[in-house]
């Protein structure tokens, strides 16, 4: 596809001999919010991690299948992982700041690639809370300890900390399922607002959330994904019956 | 398998209420044809009375859906069953309102109006009540392909009605029929097509929440 940033095709993962995902063939787009449903234990989350090459530490994981990133598969040897993981950034579903200051979370990366001008350090760490819309809140205390944030704030300075890497792509797994229901509601509107810029891949548990945030729904059972398609006709209309069983909540 | 008992039997509720809605509703149209045809203003002022029972019906019905969306934030073949129940509530109330209003050709009617009667004026209702007691089987069934015979069928109403205004063009041009009489027989007529064109609405409604798509 034209506007792909990931071509997924064929893609297998088996721990050890559990296959946990079969037979994916998926893109996805830029400029798009692509929500990931399905039951626990279905392959979602495992799938989100093979696009930067999470699962890489996991035993006994084994991958056969092409995930081309801009036509490269990511996968192939001696691809540069540190630089996919730049481009590729990741959102966890419990907000993990860095045990340090604000400004030190977000300035975190830059400063890993060896970016020493405080000036240009000051200007990223400004603009990823900015674009995280969490800089009207912080900004008289970029020097205090992060860990002191709520929930919410604390998620969206992962998410500020993700985009001073300058990133392509954004990966979130089940970013709001510890939050309350405003601090949801910021980062729900957080990523209508980043999509402009990003290609964004969300893990979630909340139908209603990937009907009201994404514009296209993978639905993922037992490994296998069984529809993928724009959200609206997924919510409306999906085509495979084990779609409508799951979504409707009749599934079994 | 994961059930969802409460959101199944409130659907069962909302099938039930558009079923009563509609048996009233066609119970009117019934009436209201025979209160114009025997000129029974009685009968017809009823009518236009229990007019404001089928509108309860729309309101409670509603307020229903409106309920179930909170409560239940259906999707998928939910939410359209749902959408199509919100929009056939809308037609059937607009049945009973030319039941009334057919009912009210009644009461203008003087006594004195001399009938012209026309045996296709009876099969038009026949097959109207028919239309709307097959396009909410189809509904409560959901099964396409008794909402298409559905939409099929309106040929016969409309044959109906033409056949109607030729019977009534050549009364008046024998001078069999009274004039005043001839303009209400004509409105009910056209009350009785638009019935029709009502239950064409219900049926596509009924396709719509079965495939997901509207028919072209």
Redesign the interface.
Known sequence: MENSVFTISNLNLHYGTFQALNNINIDIEKNKVTALIGPSGCGKSTFLRCLNRMNDLIDKCKISGNVLYHSEDVYQKNYDVISLRTKVGMVFQKPNPFPMTIFDNVAYGPRCQGLKNKNQLYKIVESSLKKAALWEEVKDRLKESAMGLSGGQQQRLCIARAIAMEPEVILMDEPTSALDPIATLKIEELINDLKKNYAIVIVTHSMQQAARISDNTAFFLSGELIEYNQTDVVFTAPKESKTEDYITGRFG | ????TQ?DYELEELKLSLIKMGDLVIKNIHLSLKSFIEMNSDLANKIIKDDKIVNQFEYDIEKDCMRIILKE????????LITSVLKMITDLERIGDHAADISKLTVFMEKNNKPYLVPQVNKMVDESEKMIKMALESFVNQDQNIALKVIDNDDIVDDYFTEIQHLVAEAIRQDNIDADYAIYLMMAAKYLERIGDHAVNIAEWVIFSI???HRN
């Open positions: 398998m994961t059930n969802r959101f934030q259906p999707v998928a073949r939910d939410l359209r495939v997901g798509h």
